[in-house]
Nanobody, 125 residues
Framework: QVRLVESGGGSVQAGGSLTLSCAAS????????MGWFRQAPGKEREGVAA????????YYADSVKGRFTISRDNAKSTVYLQMNSLKPEDTAMYYC??????????????????WGQGTQVTVSS
């Protein structure tokens, strides 16, 4: 079993930055793929970014490329999402997710077995 706990959400003005953290505990060896998803009210959940421990390959949604950076500290079993140049359309509940593989497409939620409770990000214009 794996437990994921997110932190770092909050409110920020457009153009600002936030860093989300997701601390994993338990059988972390079983989750080489970790990612971030988000869901805004009335919209479907979408993949934001993912990272694969084996080789450090990263994946990003087109909407966040160049603005968001995902990274992972394996020693701390923690994944981060650095979000810069935030836009009002980035407002959503952000969820950390983890699984055994970063499948194709990486943004398919079914690849991720474990999910956190979510942290709210609100960007005002």
């Amino acid at each position: 079993q794996v437990r994921l706990v997110e932190s770092g959400g909050g409110s920020v003005q457009a153009g600002g930055s936030l860093t989300l953290s997701c601390a994993a505990s338990g059988s972390t060896y079983s989750i080489p793929c970790m990612g971030w998803f988000r869901q805004a009210p009335g919209k479907e959940r979408e993949g934001v970014a993912a990272i694969y421990t084996g080789g450090g390959r990263t994946y990003y949604a087109d909407s966040v490329k160049g603005r968001f950076t995902i990274s992972r500290d394996n020693a701390k079993s923690t994944v981060y999402l650095q979000m810069n140049s935030l836009k009002p359309e980035d407002t959503a509940m952000y969820y950390c997710a983890a699984g055994g593989i970063c499948g194709d497409p990486w943004s398919r939620s079914g690849w991720y077995k474990y999910w956190g409770q979510g942290t709210q990000v609100t960007v005002s214009s």
